[in-house]
């Protein structure tokens, strides 16, 4: 079972995290989403946060499976939201059980691609049992100490994700979250890129409205991906940050999450029938800056201009 941190009322998004972090990372978006009447369940992925790695091997079908059967006991199926792990974790979920979700918002997804096969053989050498061995732990206490200045940085202030991912540092410092950090390393780099099992292969079956949110300074996740994405799902809505990158955004923080709010409130709309907003279906959106915007309107919706791309 995932341990969720919820926020707000209304119609369920599940919101999941990426390598290495953790459900209160979400906690920025999840208010800005309760204001919107979207209830957000932030789960902690297996072997991460509090909830324990699974009983067996760590595959994609484990990391899968408790997130298919977390959106099945809601009843009413909720959006799926992910980010980088998450997001490829998100996809293959809907892809796996379409009827438990509807809609799906992918944020910067970990996607396979063609790689050098030394990369993927040396992946497959990365042992989780040796992370378990290695005693990180007796630095705890300087760990922690160090990424709680890290986190109080003053340019990471309102930018949560961050602070979050400083806080990776001491999470390390725990046998069990090694091992699932380099077993989902594992599992990633093990994601074919090609065959009838490629993710790339099944994605023109992807039943559930989809919307993507790329970072356009993101070094991660190149948001070039954008364009074999329209290719492959045309009707795909794709929000493209200029702002934003995968890690460390600063004052920019606000950008990316409320690209992922306008994402997920447009594949909410579009899910529940209502009538097309411009913009929703088939083009790559361009989110305006709101980073310096004036302090009132914080909370408003992001602003977008649009432009259609021809894949």
Not at 37 to 50: E, M
Not at 108 to 136: D, F, K, N, T, Y
Not at 153 to 167: F, G, N, Q, S
């Amino acid at each position: 079972m995932l341990h969720v941190q919820t926020w707000g009322e209304g119609r369920a998004l599940i919101a999941l995290h990426g390598l290495g972090l953790e459900s209160s990372c979400f906690a920025g978006l999840g208010q800005i989403l309760a204001r919107r009447g979207i209830r957000t369940l932030s789960a902690d992925l297996p072997g991460f946060g509090r909830t324990p790695a699974p009983e067996g091997p760590y595959t994609m079908r484990s990391l899968v499976d408790p997130v298919i059967e977390l959106a099945t006991e809601l009843g009413d199926p909720p959006l799926l939201l992910g980010m980088s792990l998450g997001g490829r974790v998100a996809l293959e979920a809907a892809l796996r059980a379409p009827n438990a979700f509807r809609g799906v918002v992918l944020v910067a997804p970990v996607l396979p691609r063609h790689q050098p096969r030394w990369a993927v053989g040396a992946a497959r050498l990365l042992s989780p049992r040796l992370a378990e061995r290695i005693p990180v732990e007796a630095a705890w206490p300087l760990l922690k100490r160090l990424a709680e200045q890290r986190e109080s940085h003053p340019e990471i202030e309102e930018d949560w994700l961050t602070r979050i991912a400083k806080r990776t540092i001491y999470y390390i410092s725990c046998p069990a979250t090694r091992a699932a950090f380099v077993s989902a390393i594992r599992v990633m780099a093990e994601d074919p890129a090609s065959g009838p099992e490629s993710v790339w292969t099944r994605l023109p079956s992807l039943a559930p409205p989809a919307a993507f949110v790329w970072g356009a300074r993101d070094r991660m996740i190149p948001p070039k991906l954008e364009q074999d994405v329209a290719e492959l799902l045309p009707g795909a809505l794709q929000l493209r940050v200029p702002c934003a990158g995968h890690y460390r955004n600063g004052p920019h923080f606000r950008c990316h999450i409320e690209a992922m709010a306008e994402a997920a409130f447009r594949i909410d709309a579009r899910s529940s029938g209502s009538k097309r907003r411009r913009g929703a279906r088939g083009e790559i959106v361009t989110v305006d800056c709101v980073a310096e915007a004036d302090p009132a309107d914080a909370h408003l919706k992001s602003r977008v201009t649009e432009s259609r791309v021809t894949p």
